[in-house]
């Protein structure tokens, strides 16, 4: 454990597999060490640092050099074990093996987040893996010994990289297994009982390719009695409404209680999501770093959930009860080791653009987004955007919007297709709002996303206050209007009521959505995530088969 990034996965899936785990702080344990796991999510320079600072660097330089010794390394794991990586180009790897890690450089979305195909070899079984990394070591122009221990590609945006690397007991591989659901759980029995899968045949053009991800999201805030309960809004508001005769003055009315947050997130984990988003929907209210029941939450769901978790909720830099001061970075550290794989960032981002935009685009490295971007790389880092649409009234006002030469002030203006403001107005803009949607600001939202993308962040989930609860599709003006402003990807969330929904979220936003999340009806089993899946596989859309 050398604190990049989530450990504790990689923990608890081999746990699941009934290893025994020792955490190596020494140079004497690596030398000791039975079979040597090199986790890792995060940037390729601080890997490299912290693993000098331990004083391991030398010795676990030493254990490769016996290709005898077994050993799994896992995305960075992997990545270190070249000669060098462009995220870090003064950092010297490993030098196990020949070849570079390079940025991609293509015409999709970086970073490449979610479920893609691998064609099996060796204890790597075909089919899908999770990855979440920004750069990779490509196949063209590999070195003749790297070609030779070469276990697998991936290719993506079409370019091949290297998927998985094997030279004897020594295996890496670029995807993490400890999140890849059944298939992970598989490749890592077969890498610790050195056995060899049987293989199954290539899959079609359609069954492959890189996944349409979808996303169970649980809200999550403590009830008028003190529990932790997911809860659902309308419009982000999550009482239950009056009953009939009652007023807000009369009553106070409960908050609603979808569940239990872990049971519920085992039960999408077993119905084939994706990925899990753990939101505490009031956490910019208190002390996040002593959010007590959510990181328990987080540990709890880590131990029987092997698939991608994000949490959000309050990640600031903010002065605690005892007048210390905690930076963004602890509190996103601190969920890292519950067991969180991507940090959701909210009020806070939009601060941060606009001290951006204030600053003519500057940047000081002092944000939540840059300090966590840094040490754990961008696709750690998601912003949680909550607009709403601003209507305009007139040509003028909507000239007066978009010529400005104040950048921050300057709007995105759209005809609305289908909406209508409360004088029937037809053109309008995303305001961005802070505090769970209770405050506006005169941010625009595709100026949130593009000053989010350029301080480091590495993914958007994209919500949308009108369409909160009302099952009626997503805001596709909106989803269309971000993907054609950021490169990093993008999940639409807000206002799925039917499978159908998602089939159009995939289909009819230019360029296409990411990945579509839901909350409300997955709770209220409305609609199976089954049920999803087969309606994009109906849509000749590639999606992940849990049963695989």
Known sequence: DYGAGNVRSIRNALKALGCEIIDVKSSKEIEQAEILVFPGVGAFGAAVERLKRMRVWDALKKY??????????????????????DESPEMEGLGIFQGRVKRFEIDQAVPHIGWNF?????????????????????????????????????????????????????????????????????????????TLPIQTKTLTTTQGGLARRIVAALDVRENDSGDLVVTKGDSYDVREKEEQGETRSQTRRKV????????LAARYYQEGCDELAF????????????????????????????????????????????????????????????????????????YAAQKYYAANKQ???????????????????VISVDPKRAWVASKKEKDAMEKTDNEASRKFIITHPTARGPNGETMCWYRCTVSGGRKDTDLDAIQLCKASQALGAGEIMLNCIDTDGKQSGFELPLISLVKQHVSIPVIASSGAGSPDHFVDVFTKTNPPVDAALAAGIFHRKQVAISQVKAALASAHLPVRDHHA
Not at 256 to 263: A, S
Not at 363 to 381: H, L, M, P, R, W
């Open 64 to 85: 490769l050099g016996n290709s005898q010794r077994p050993f799994l390394g896992i995305c960075i794991g992997m990545q270190v074990l070249f000669e060098g990586s």
């Open 279 to 350: 939101l505490n929907i009031c956490a910019f209210k208190g002390d996040a770093l002593d959010d007590l029941p959510l990181l328990e939450v987080l540990r709890q769901a880590s131990e029987q959930i092997f698939v991608p978790m994000t949490v959000g909720g309050g990640i600031r830099s903010y002065k605690a009860k005892d007048d210390t001061w905690v930076e963004a970075l602890q509190v996103a550290a601190a969920y890292f080791r519950a067991g969180a794989d991507k940090i959701s960032i909210g009020s806070d981002a939009v």
């Open 363 to 381: 940047t000081f490295g002092d944000s939540s987004i840059e300090q966590i971007s840094t040490n754990y790389g961008a696709q750690a880092v």
């Open 256 to 263: 609603r209680n979808l569940g239990k947050p872990v049971d």
């Open 118 to 194: 691998v064609q099996g070899q060796g204890i790597i079984p075909t089919g899908r893996y999770y990855y979440v990394h920004s750069f990779c070591v490509p196949t063209h122009n590999l070195s003749t010994s790297s070609k030779n221990i070469m276990l697998c590609t991936t290719e993506y945006g079409g370019l091949s990289f290297i998927a998985g690397i094997q030279n004897d007991r020594q295996c890496a591989v670029q995807f993490h297994p400890e999140k890849s659901a059944k298939m992970g759980l598989n490749m890592l029995q077969h890498f610790f009982s050195n």
